[in-house]
């Protein structure tokens, strides 16, 4: 009988050569992902240094060939860094917001490791998973509740997909209740007009560049993040357009960047502007203006924090008396505002930027009133002199 093969991903003992004086070689066999047991070897001018650099390369070659192993007995814990390592190589590639990679890791280090995190892949059961999600949710809300599900789901798919278990359990979860969005709160166009002379009159709104700001997502309906990261050359201030081309993030370590590429991809897209935000854009554009240049720069320079601007809006708004208005509602209003005009709900998605229609119409689409048009009720929020001051 044969010497029996090597589990898959695994080596077997290393042994250590002198080649001559400081000059030694560590080799061992290693049985790939393909089923191939191949030798590799390192060396070093030590034993201790051959064989460390050959356990690093053994490490790394297991990286490289799918990661570790995945079986009915790794723990929930080691699947779960790997899925996570994933999703990091998805943020690499432009596929994964950062924001997303941070909020999956959150959800793993406070809810899904410290309550599954040690058990193996054989020992979880829907009633566990169920346990845990319903708790999340009594605890933190159903928002946390709805992103743990999501990330359990993840880990589990990758599992299913390494044949450590036949089905993902999390298909099993009871429903998150409440998860429905009611209809969307919005402002009126007289809350609009209202609201810009207020944010134009206030001291700090003007330091912080906020009143030209907000007119553009009110005339655009365009997210906090694209706004920011809209640049001279995405206007055709002749034709009276705008070009949404990405959204300003913020990575760990490298700060804040201009993302290439939309939260979808019908957010690629180009909007027409009402003719009172063709008239601030040129007024605020520099004679120096550089094409890559943000239209919408920081108070101090440089690209925009979304964070930082909607901390900012949440001082104005409250000053203003609207508690209740974040800057995602300025969204809402163009979605109704267009709504009320009697534009297909296929326009206003466009208009936003989102691939199913169904999110316009569940979550966007506010109260409906009497109908006029599309680039008119846009153009009823005039720009005016009193405003500035």
Known sequence: MGRPSLP????????????????????????????????VERTAASRTGAEQRLKEALRDRGRTSGGSEITAESKVAVVAEQWMANILEAVEDGRRSPGTADVYRARLDKQVLPAIGALRLREVTVSRLDRLVSEVQKRHGKSTAKTTRTVLSGVLKLA????????????????????????????????????RAKIAAHPKARIWDLPDFTDMMLATGLRIGEASAVTWDALDLVKGTVEVRGTVIRERGKGLRI?????????????????????MLKARMPEDAKPDDPVFPAPLGGLRDPS????DLRVVFDHAGYKWVTSHV????????????????????????????????????????????????????????????
């Open 308 to 311: 930082n601007s909607n901390h």
């Open 160 to 195: 299913v997909r390494h044949d450590a278990l036949s089905v993902n359990l999390v298909a099993g979860v009871g429903r998150i209740e409440g998860q429905e969005q009611g209809v969307a709160q919005a402002l009126t166009l007289e809350q609009a007009v209202e609201l």
């Open 330 to 389: 300025y969204r809402k209003t163009v979605a109704t505002l267009m709504d009320e005009s009697g534009l297909p709900v296929r326009v206003i998605a466009d208009q936003l930027g989102h691939a199913k229609v169904s999110m316009t119409q569940d979550v966007y689409l506010g109260r409906k009133t009497r109908k006029t048009g599309a680039a008119s009720v846009l153009e009823a929020i005039e720009s005016s002199d009193q405003f500035r001051g």
């Open 8 to 39: 898959v991903g695994t080596h077997g003992a290393i042994r250590c050569y002198r080649l001559g004086p400081k000059r030694y070689r560590a080799v061992t066999d290693y049985r790939d992902y393909d089923g191939r047991t191949r030798r």
């Open 259 to 279: 993302k290439p590429k939309p939260k979808t991809k019908s957010g690629w897209r180009t909007l027409e502007l009402p003719s009172w935000a063709v008239a």
